[in-house]
T-cell receptor, first 116, second 113 residues
Framework: AQTVTQSQPEMSVQEAETVTLSCTYDTSESDYYLFWYKQPPSRQMILVIR??????QNATENRFSVNFQKAAKSFSLKISDSQLGDAAMYFCAYRSASNNFNKFYFGSGTKLNVKP | SAVISQKPSRDICQRGTSLTIQCQVDSQVTMMFWYRQQPGQSLTLIATANQGSEATYESGFVIDKFPISRPNLTFSTLTVSNMSPEDSSIYLCSVDGMDTEAFFGQGTRLTVV
């Protein structure tokens, strides 16, 4: 089974600075999707960014970007110009692309604190 | 993107009782998913609900404990039966988006006393 590992239980960043959250995964598949989800105290899981494994180009969404290293099975999230609203739990997730339905595998999460 | 309404948002229940959680989606979807998030932990898939068929449960979850209904393409319920304090968790409903991403409801925070 696939596993997703987030080795940083908690991180802190100063407002306006940059922070990188780490994620590694284990799979024998070549085609899959990777995601970062944000869960603020409101509990709503919000999609931050998505990466297809077949794309070499790293995904970006405004202040959020990823460093996808397929050979190393690494998928880190960089948050630039951190804002107070970025404070949340961040979950890395893996999903196979091999058929129509595949379950998500979530990491254990990283709690991000943003200091004013 | 899909808009998912989940009710109740939170509840405190006595042990031995049951709670039914509702999930309403603003569009028709083939599959709906139910997750459990225990305190301080990640999401674990409970089951997948298809309209017109029995739900498919993940290892460690059984229908008697977590019965699921899926009467139509926009609605599903999850019941947590015969609750114990170990069932205290956040329960989340989810559906697939057009690009393989998942959309989630706002979750139900359940406390069993």
């Amino acid at each position: 089974a696939q596993t997703v590992t987030q080795s940083q239980p908690e991180m802190s960043v100063q407002e306006a600075e940059t922070v990188t959250l780490s994620c590694t995964y284990d799979t024998s598949e070549s085609d899959y999707y990777l995601f970062w989800y944000k869960q603020p105290p409101s509990r709503q899981m919000i999609l931050v960014i998505r990466q297809e494994a077949y794309k070499q180009q790293n995904a970006t969404e405004n202040r959020f970007s990823v460093n996808f290293q397929k050979a190393a099975k690494s998928f880190s999230l960089k948050i630039s110009d951190s804002q107070l609203g970025d404070a949340a739990m961040y979950f890395c997730a893996y999903r196979s692309a091999s058929n129509n339905f595949n379950k998500f595998y979530f990491g254990s999460g990283t709690k991000l604190n943003v200091k004013p | 993107s899909a808009v998912i309404s989940q009710k109740p948002s939170r509840d405190i229940c006595q042990r031995g009782t049951s709670l039914t959680i509702q999930c309403q989606v603003d569009s028709q979807v083939t599959m709906m998913f139910w997750y459990r998030q225990q305190p301080g932990q990640s999401l674990t898939l409970i089951a997948t609900a298809n309209q017109g068929s029995e739900a498919t449960y993940e290892s460690g979850f059984v229908i008697d404990k977590f019965p699921i209904s899926r009467p139509n393409l926009t609605f599903s319920t999850l019941t947590v039966s015969n609750m114990s304090p170990e069932d205290s968790s956040i329960y989340l409903c989810s559906v697939d988006g057009m690009d393989t991403e998942a959309f989630f409801g706002q979750g139900t925070r359940l406390t069993v006393v």
